[in-house]
């Protein structure tokens, strides 16, 4: 079945720092893929998508490029700040069919961003 | 504020109760999508219903059952609880298209002591 793999938490990474969190994936089909982030104490909320390869999604600074060769999503930022700090989901869809349809989720990355 | 209004926030009860969790999706979304968030597992999707009809199904226990409500209000059944039941329940909604960003309700902690 589908299945999504992201790296081990946590991150630990001060103010202005370079972020990459690392997502592949397994699907059978074509997926979409997405990132959503959960605050302390909220649902999930969509930060980015991609539909097919080679489409890049932004979003608040963050960056992940669709890459269907490595099957990878990886989530990247220039410069973190302490707002970022969060658990991030790495997520694809299973488009079998329109109404159809769900995410399947990483196991989330947290993320500690430090002044 | 994501739309998605899931009551209780909290809920704590014993083992061999039943509990029922509702949600209320966002204004104009058809499908709704059960999830169970716990630190060994991560987030499991449950069951997805699309106006009233049940889609999808996934790790979702004999002991537990949901339904979509003609007012499309949706309610997850969790009936004799064991402790392994405790977990952070999310319910989400989307339009049902292909692609469709899911929004999120803040959850329901379960706790079964």
């Known amino acids: 079945g589908d299945s999504v793999t992201q790296m081990e938490g946590p991150v630990t990474l001060s103010e202005e720092a370079f972020l990459t969190i690392n997502c592949t994936y397994t699907?059978?089909?074509?997926?979409?893929l997405f990132w959503y982030v959960q605050y302390p104490g909220e649902g999930l909320q969509l930060l980015l998508k991609?539909?097919?390869?080679?489409d890049k999604g932004s979003n608040k600074g963050f960056e992940a490029t669709y890459r269907k060769e490595t099957t990878s999503f990886h989530l990247e930022k220039g410069s973190v700040q302490v707002s970022d700090s969060a658990v991030y989901f790495c997520?694809?869809?299973?488009?079998?069919?329109?109404?159809?349809?769900?995410?399947?989720f990483g196991k989330g990355t947290l993320l500690t961003v430090n002044p | 504020d994501s739309g998605v209004t899931q009551t209780p926030k909290h809920l704590i009860t014993a083992t061999g109760q039943r509990v029922t969790l509702r949600c209320s999706p966002r204004?104009?979304?058809?499908?709704v999508y059960w999830y169970q968030q716990s630190l060994d597992q991560g987030l499991q999707f449950l069951i997805q219903y699309y106006n009233g009809e049940e889609r999808a199904k996934g790790n979702i226990l004999e002991r537990f059952s949901a339904q979509q409500f003609p007012d499309l209000h949706s309610e997850l059944n969790l009936s004799s609880l064991e402790l392994g039941d405790s977990a952070l329940y999310f319910c989400a909604s989307s339009r049902g298209q292909v692609n469709s960003p899911l929004h999120f309700g803040n959850g329901t902690r379960l706790t079964v002591t």
């Open positions: 204004s104009g979304d058809l499908s």
């Open positions: 699907a059978t089909g074509y997926p979409s």
């Open positions: 991609a539909t097919k390869a080679d």
């Open positions: 997520a694809l869809s299973d488009r079998r069919g329109g109404s159809n349809y769900k995410l399947t």
